[in-house]
């Protein structure tokens, strides 16, 4: 009630936990054809200069130009930078951010590809509207966590792969090299303007390829529905919330839906790459997912995710470039998943054993109900073809350690971890998911 002239104004003192969530999200066009009206999509913008950030693999299937053809339609010059980095590492952003800043300016970016090429996009976006280098702008510990000072520049995400999310984030992943580390930058101004989500780009995927990128569009579902609900957060002021901010009722009903539409359409887009309403499936539940975890969060299976793509030594992924050894982030998310979820399934029960029921309504578990959602996901990752654990991408008991070190620096999403782990609690995950069968 508003109060009277004259009368003392009161307030209501803080709570001591949080009390408010927050929601955000790039504007979506999603169908068959969505792609082709990118050109008018980027006048609403005025933009008049882009550039096209693409990867050698999406570049020789066409899309990439036939969509820039698509923009200079509308009287837009376009430029192309398809030298991204599946995996990017912090090498591979400079040489974006270093053409793009050399054959500058532009008004606009257009990211065709999949997280790698987006994520690639999103730094030179960041570094062509803001001075600094990359590490001032990467999370710390690792770099030192910069906020842009200035906005970014339009950027239409086009993701021809379905998993990464990175459409609807505000982060960008990659791997520093010399620290042998995959960290991130993340803000609220990296998150694109756009997302054009054409089910039609995600039909030349590898079966490798949907099954890694697959599993990560079910552990952003799976890990934002189980997440901490942001009411057990201590309360923000404004200046300090954050992107995730726990689970969330918004958030939930996108996970829900991503992992029902996931239940049937992963094994069959895995299995046939030509079926379209699979295909179609796995595109929406991507976006919903991206649409939840991206204000929810994720946690530990993606914080150990980290580590296990950065110390990669020697493995060679089915339907990824073979040049150089690489655990897709897909795959390395879901490889500790199932002893994750067996170690915060105390936490919030009733949340775990739902999404076991919404991936697997039939599944009957007459074990220890802790175990019902990690064997609904071993199950499934065998029948897709995932590897049987950290075992099988060239790690054994003795990198735990170093893996749980690595782990540990990825303190954005093990805060929002619905149970707190500890050094112990994180080496005996990973000790668990040597080998998962």
């Known amino acids: 009630m508003p109060a009277r002239a004259g009368s003392e104004v009161t307030t209501v003192p803080p709570t001591e936990h949080e009390t408010v969530f927050t929601y955000g999200a790039p504007a979506l ?20 200069r882009v550039l096209v950030v693409t990867d050698p693999v999406v570049a020789a299937t066409g899309w990439p130009e036939r969509i820039a053809e698509g923009i200079r ?52 976006n960041l570094l062509t509207s803001n001075d600094g280098e990359l590490m001032d702008y990467v999370n710390a510990p690792v770099g030192a966590g910069k906020a842009p000072a200035n906005p970014l520049k339009p950027l239409v995400a086009v993701p021809t792969t379905t998993g990464t999310g990175s459409e609807s984030t505000t982060v960008c992943v990659l791997d520093v090299l010399s620290l042998r580390v995959k960290s991130g930058i993340s803000h609220l101004r990296l998150r694109p303007s756009l997302a054009v989500v054409d089910p039609r780009l995600t039909v030349s995927q590898p079966a490798g390829v949907t ?43 996108f996970a829900e839906k991503s992992l029902q539409l996931l239940s049937w359409a992963l094994p069959a887009a895995v299995r046939d790459g030509e079926n379209l309403a699979a295909r179609e499936a796995m595109a929406l539940a991507a976006t919903f997912a991206g649409l939840g975890f991206g204000n929810a969060g994720v946690h530990i299976p993606h914080a150990n995710a980290y580590p296990i793509a950065g ?28 002893a994750a979820f067996r170690f915060t399934f105390s936490a919030a029960p009733e949340r775990h054993l739902q999404v076991a029921r919404l991936l697997a309504p039939d599944f009957e578990w007459p074990g220890d109900l802790a175990d019902h959602l990690p064997a609904v996901l071993t199950n499934l990752m065998r029948e897709i073809g995932i590897p049987a654990g950290i075992g099988s991408v060239g790690y054994s008991e003795s990198d735990v350690d170093s893996l749980v070190s690595g782990t540990l620096k990825q303190q954005r999403l093990l805060a929002t971890a619905p149970r707190s782990a500890s050094e112990e609690d994180l080496a005996d995950i990973l000790l668990a998911s040597v080998n998962l069968w």
């Open 29 to 48: 066009k999603y169908g068959t054809g969505a792609s082709e009206e990118i050109g008018y999509d980027l006048t609403q913008y005025g933009a008049r």
């Open 311 to 338: 110390q990669v030594r020697d493995f060679h992924p089915d339907g990824y470039p073979g040049d150089e050894a690489m655990v897709p982030h897909g795959m390395a998310v879901s490889l500790t998943a199932p």
């Open 211 to 253: 099954a890694a990128s697959g599993m990560d569009i079910l552990c952003h579902a799976a890990e934002s529905y189980t997440a901490k609900p942001y009411t057990e957060f201590a309360r923000k002021q404004p200046e300090q919330r954050v992107p995730y901010c726990g689970a969330n009722p918004l958030a939930d009903m």
């Open 73 to 124: 339609g509308y009287g837009i010059t376009t430029e192309t930078f398809d030298g991204v980095h599946v995996e990017p590492t912090d090498v591979s952003l400079q040489k974006a951010v270093d053409f793009a800043r050399g054959s500058g300016p532009y008004d606009a970016f257009v990211a065709v590809g999949g997280g790698s090429s987006i994520d690639t996009a999103k730094a030179a």
